[in-house]
């Protein structure tokens, strides 16, 4: 067996962390009883409550992209009860069912200091989704969940547009992807009706839940009298032109909403224009904008581009994916060479080649690392995850 604190300390360099100067003196010790060649196994003891050594003890845990399954489960529950200083527990894309999804809500039950849990990729399913909701109704401690990919049915997400009508933790949350029959946008509906009468939710995503321009308006409707979400998430959805008419419009009584994530919709330069019209005459709280992949062409990314220059809250925008023409390449080129827009707060980067300026597209976005981290650098880098930056709800991606 190798060093066991020579791995640590190379597995906290590599993923850019502080060793804990408590686990690296148990893995000293530790490395000098393997040394000794006994014959009988180990216990490593990594209690917490030791009040004979300097204790840093852990307030988060990270075991995403493992095959823990139920099994496993079970003891992230235990853990949940046991555990009082655990705040962030990522449990993404574990193998976990809906029985397992019951162990852990129901652990949650009692648990008063877990701040921040991910979900994201276990099948918990509709089941599961309904336990989690009515955790909710107890729990009032926990600040954000990220139930995406889950595989969550219609029936959980209106239970969780009821519940959040009253919960007053919940800060962020995540529905990205349930499974939903028939074109009604059932959905949308109902969460439009939670953003009514829901203050304190800052961060909402709704990402793939087949949002057409109908719900977008649902949504919309509820943002004029909303005064809380900051960060609205309708990426990967069917919204086209007409939807935009409807935000444009709240935008311009909002002053609330900081982040909005438009990726991969259908927007078109109308949609862009009635985005750029008002935020060059009206909105001036909004800093972030994703329009990727939108069917946009240089007439309304130029259009977007010059509300920038009489916009200066706007500081991040996002434009990859859509068709660039010359005016397109020189209008955000002469932004970012002019200072007003910076390098780290887009996705593209100009170069020159035989004169003409050209876009290349560059590792930034407003959650570009969450479902996966860089092999180098700094996985929290606020250039690859700037949504979660300017709007910071929960330590952790």
Partial sequence: MDNLQEQYCHFCSENIRKTNPFILNILKNLDEEIQKGLEKGITLSIAGNNRLVPVQRMTGLDVRYNLISDVGAYYAAKLLQKQPYITYLNLMFNDIGPDGGELIAKALHKNRTLKYLRMTGNKIENTGGMVFAAMLQINSSLEKLDLGDCDLGLQSVIAFSTVLTQNQAIKGINLNRPILYGEQEESTVHMGHMLKENHFLVELHMCKHGMKNYGMQQLCNALYLNSSLRYLDVSCNKITRDGMVYLADVLKRNTTLEVIDLSFNRIENAGAKYLSETLTSHNRSLKALSIVSNKIEG???????????????????????????????VAYSDLMKSGRLKPDNTDVEPYVVDGRVYLAEVSNGLKRHYYWTPTYGDAYDHASTAGFALVPVGQYL
């Fill in 299 to 329: 007439e309304g990314l130029v259009a977007i581009s010059q509300s920038m220059k009489t916009n200066l809250i706007l500081s991040n925008i996002y434009i990859w994916g859509n068709k660039f023409d010359e005016a397109t390449c």
